[in-house]
């Protein structure tokens, strides 16, 4: 087989019997061991679990016994998710030696399709960075330039799948760390509506803001992998209780009549010009389908980084407190008492950017300081949903650039925070008004660097957003596979 077919036809040819999914899986680590040291794409290897899932599902076909619609596809997962007897490490030396105890119910759902599970992908420490440089274990690379970054925070899943070391990944997205890693990777990634799928089982970053999503090499598959991990949850409060559509149905590669929405404040100063010029390429591509694109104002977009960085910081400040160094994660052995062995545990655990934000976001949370910043924000965060209202009224889309730039070197923005902030500029609205969002590719650079289109759609409407998406993808031929050397 080729490492280039699809999940679907993957799926499709093991339960035909056309091919066996313990070969398939021999054929994905026969890649990962010829470039997963170079890319450094996984944390952890489950070469052993993968082969006996791999088997189970073939003894099954062979009795004839029904089988997912994931059956025998290779799957990576992020290092924030629990897989039970696997450690969630979420690239953190706080918790290099916790091990799960139970499958997040993305883990579990994948499980039940059938899906193989062939390791966990490494990570901007506990999801905060925007390169995949601030994981405290590795660094990993671009697949299309190793010296380049692969995007973050889900840096490791995007390689994986651009690598082709896995059909497909699983992400997590705060604030575009599934959107801006696909873009600068060349593959699809997609952050569902807020509430769609379980963050049961995920290591929470930023309550409000955090979704799972799928990294796949095509439309069709991220909409086959979002058909099986989202539905309600009783275990996530924030879960909403709805019928999940049958997303690969939707997919009719029709968009003529659809309304597409170009804002003003996504094409401004700072954007590449390579970028841009891809991005207005699509949208010409777009109008030649039938559909129609009109120019819109998101007026609060300015503000977007100024508010999540002080939002997010505060519920990570929150939800970072559990490391204590008392019930599980990093100890400290050199503690003297109490209030040593909790400020050393954190201090030894906790890498710089981590840190950084739980600084940032305690202090905006403090006495004094709640209404000035955190409150203020939030009212800002209202009036950026409202702005995406108000678009919906005229629009059923909005295309935007992913990201302002191609993936930057190695090192480039790790000494300048702000800079490596302004990455995620067009990708953090998204998170805070909730909206379902995708990144596909779109072209290349100049240098041979992928570039990312997004979309954006009205909460859970992931139909419009996929179709739109796959219509696109048929119509043009940017799916490709790095030349890795």
């Not at 953190?92 to 399709?113: C, G, H, N, Q």
């Not at 041979?448 to 759609?457: A, E």
């Not at 009205?458 to 957003?465: D, I, K, L, Q, S």
Request: proline share 5%.
């Amino acid at each position: 087989m080729s490492v280039t077919w699809t999940a679907r036809n993957i799926a499709d040819h093991v339960r035909a019997k056309k091919l066996s999914a313990q070969a398939v899986l021999q054929s994905f680590l026969e890649r990962q061991e010829k470039w997963e040291p170079k890319i450094q794409s996984f944390l952890v290897r489950t070469r052993d679990q993968a082969l006996v899932q791999a088997r189970q599902i073939d003894e099954r076909v062979t009795r004839g016994e029904p089988v997912g619609p994931l059956a025998g596809v290779p799957i990576a997962i992020k290092d924030n998710m629990c897989v039970q007897g696997l450690k969630t490490t979420c690239a953190s030396k706080i918790l290099e030696s916790f091990v799960a105890p139970y499958d997040a119910t993305v883990i579990r759902r994948l499980r039940e399709a059938d899906a193989v599970l062939v390791g966990k992908t490494n990570m901007d420490e506990f999801a905060m960075g925007s390169s995949t440089e601030n994981s405290a274990f590795q660094t990993t690379r671009n697949p299309w330039n190793t010296d380049c970054i692969p995007g973050g925070s889900s840096g490791g899943s995007a390689a994986a799948v651009a690598a082709r070391l896995a059909a497909a990944a699983l992400g997590s997205d705060t604030g575009g760390s599934i959107r801006q890693p696909a873009a600068c990777c060349g593959v699809v990634g997609l952050k569902p509506t807020y509430g769609l799928v379980s963050r049961y089982g995920l290591v929470a970053f930023a309550s409000s803001l955090d979704q799972i999503g799928p990294f796949t090499w095509n439309v069709g598959d991220a909409a086959l992998i979002l058909q099986v991990i989202a539905g309600h949850d009783p275990l996530d409060s924030t879960s909403v209780d709805r019928p999940v559509p049958h997303y690969t149905n939707a997919l009719t590669g029709s968009v003529k009549g659809l309304r597409i929405g170009l804002p003003d404040e996504y094409f401004v100063k700072g954007l590449d010009p390579e970028v841009e010029r891809a991005v207005l390429e699509s949208v010409r591509v777009f109008e030649s389908l039938g559909a129609t694109v009109q120019k819109i104002s998101l007026p609060h977009t300015e503000y977007a980084v100024a508010v999540y960085y002080i939002l997010a910081p505060s519920e990570a400040s929150a939800n970072l407190a559990r490391y204590d160094g008392v019930r599980y994660g990093h100890r400290s052995g050199n503690a003297k008492n109490l209030l040593e062995q909790y400020e050393l545990s954190r201090q030894e655990g906790f890498g710089s950017e981590v840190k950084r934000r739980i600084m940032l976001g305690t202090y905006a949370l403090s006495a004094g300081y709640y209404d000035a910043y955190y409150l203020k924000a939030q009212k800002v965060r209202t009036l950026i949903q409202r702005d995406f209202d108000s678009a919906f009224k005229q629009v059923d889309v909005i295309l935007t650039p992913t990201a302002p730039t191609p993936a930057f070197r190695l090192g480039e923005k790790s000494g300048d925070p702000l800079q490596m902030y302004l990455s995620d500029i067009f990708t953090i609205s998204c998170n805070m008004a909730g909206l379902p969002g995708l990144s596909m590719p779109c072209g290349f650079s100049s240098a041979g660097l992928p570039i990312g289109l997004q979309l954006m759609g009205r909460p859970f409407e992931e139909e419009t957003v996929l179709n739109a998406a796959h219509s696109y993808e048929q119509a043009t031929s940017w799916v490709r596979e790095p030349t890795l050397s």
